[in-house]
C-alpha cells in the first residue's frame, strides 16, 4: 500500500466463535489486527481500529459476534493502518466535499453566501402579573 491508499477487504470473523464466550469480541478485534495485518504486511501494533467500528463491534456485548465484516484499510505518512468502516469514509468524502463547495461560493468579501433564511428573532419577554393568591408582592405602578 502506498501513501494515503484506501483498499476495502471483507474479513472473516468466525476465529471469534471458537473462543470462549465472553471473550468473543476481544477475539474479533485481535483477528481484524492480524487479518489487515497480514493482507497489508506490517505489524499488528501498527494497526489502529476506528472509534465506530470499535463501537459496531462492541454493540453486541462481550458474546456476540459478526461472521463477516467489509472493512477500508488507510495507510498514512507515517506507516499507521486505520481499519474503518466503509460509511465513515462516505461520509468522511462527503465532508470534504461540501467544504470545497463553501470555498467555491465565498464571494469577494470573504464571507460565505448563504442560501439558508434568516434567523429569526426571538420573541420578547412580556412580565405578566402573578396570580392574586400568591404570596410575591405586586408593584403598584404597574
Not at 459478526?66 to 466503509?86: G, M, Q, S, W, Y
Amino acid at each position: 500500500m502506498s501513501s494515503e491508499q484506501k483498499t476495502t477487504y471483507v474479513l472473516n470473523l468466525r476465529v471469534a466463535k471458537f473462543a470462549p464466550r465472553y471473550r468473543r469480541t476481544e477475539r474479533m478485534i485481535s483477528a481484524i489486527r492480524n487479518q489487515v495485518a497480514r493482507y497489508t504486511k506490517t505489524k499488528p501494533s501498527e494497526i489502529k481500529i476506528s472509534e465506530r467500528l470499535n463501537n459496531l463491534i462492541w454493540s453486541r456485548g462481550g458474546r456476540g459476534y459478526f461472521p463477516k465484516i467489509r472493512v477500508v484499510a488507510e495507510k498514512d505518512e507515517d506507516n499507521i493502518i486505520t481499519v474503518k468502516l466503509p460509511e465513515e469514509i462516505q461520509v468522511m468524502e462527503a465532508k470534504t466535499s461540501n467544504m470545497k463547495a463553501e470555498t467555491e461560493a465565498k464571494d469577494t468579501s470573504g464571507s460565505v453566501i448563504n442560501d439558508s433564511k434568516p434567523s429569526e428573532e426571538l420573541p420578547k419577554i412580556v412580565d405578566a402579573a402573578p396570580e392574586s393568591g400568591s404570596s410575591i408582592k405586586q408593584n403598584p405602578e404597574t
